[in-house]
């Protein structure tokens, strides 16, 4: 069974530009989180999905920041205009269920840097 | 609210000899506590899990870890550490909308 998946691993953009990064989960998990840390930080939730709805965009840092997730299946992450303080790694984790006793699994992240 | 504090952000320990990393959390009610592990270039993997069954869990790679509601913490062990245990380890509580709340990471060294 394949894993979390997330594309791309490496991606520089320039202050002001646009990026998407692209999670697809695990075949069959209708929830999809989305993580990120910053450079020093602890890795912090931004938002979860239960199928193609927003279940809670409560930790999205501000309105640069757009996830959607249509069909229910693979979810984009956009950043637009980045800045520089989006540095920092972005995760992607799914789960079958949401209730505490199932697990989460994360994908290897993308490493976004602003310049 | 939920919360978990990691009380090293470095251990660098001999191969062969034990490995702990120190978790404490904080919750209002019986909380969801994780270890997760990622290694260069990997993602986040699960070690084990706890979830108000058995307090000493079982993980994989010969980890467990035990919960103490005394002390409110859940530090994570192996008795014998090997190479590849190298890598950032990560205690995780689950927040009140199912969210996972990190802490900031235990980087652990192992020397040969």
């Known amino acids: 069974e394949a894993g979390v998946t997330q594309f791309p691993s490496h991606s520089v953009i320039e202050k002001g530009q646009t990026v998407t990064l692209r999670c697809d989960p695990i075949?069959?998990?209708?929830?999809l989180y989305w993580y990120r840390r910053v450079m020093g930080k602890e890795i912090k939730f931004l938002l979860h999905?239960?199928?193609?709805?927003?279940?809670?965009e409560s930790g999205m840092p501000n309105n640069r920041f757009l996830a959607e997730r249509t069909g229910g299946t693979y979810s984009t992450l956009k950043v637009q205009p980045a800045e520089l303080e989006d540095s920092g790694v972005y995760f992607c984790?799914?789960?079958?269920?949401?209730?505490?006793?199932?697990?989460?699994?994360f994908g290897p992240g993308t490493r976004l840097t602003v310049l | 609210a939920q919360s978990v504090t990691q009380l090293d952000s470095h251990v660098s320990v001999s191969e062969g000899t034990p490995v702990l990393l120190r978790c404490n959390y904080s919750?209002?009610?019986?909380?969801?506590l994780f270890w997760y592990v990622q290694h260069p270039n990997k993602g986040l993997q699960l070690l084990l899990k706890?979830?108000?069954?058995?307090?000493l869990v079982k993980g994989i790679n010969g980890f467990e870890a035990e919960f103490k509601k005394s002390e409110t913490s859940f530090h994570l062990t192996k008795p014998s550490a090997h190479m590849s245990d190298a890598a950032e380890y990560f205690c995780?509580?689950?927040?009140?909308?199912?969210?996972?709340?990190f802490g900031a990471g235990t980087r652990l060294t192992v020397k040969p």
């Open positions: 706890y979830t108000s069954a058995a307090t």
């Open positions: 075949s069959g998990h209708d929830n």
């Open positions: 999905f239960v199928k193609e709805s927003k279940q809670d």
């Open positions: 995780v509580v689950r927040g009140n909308n199912n969210d996972m709340r």
């Open positions: 984790a799914s789960s079958q269920e949401w209730l505490a006793t199932y697990t989460q699994y």
């Open positions: 919750s209002s009610y019986s909380p969801s």
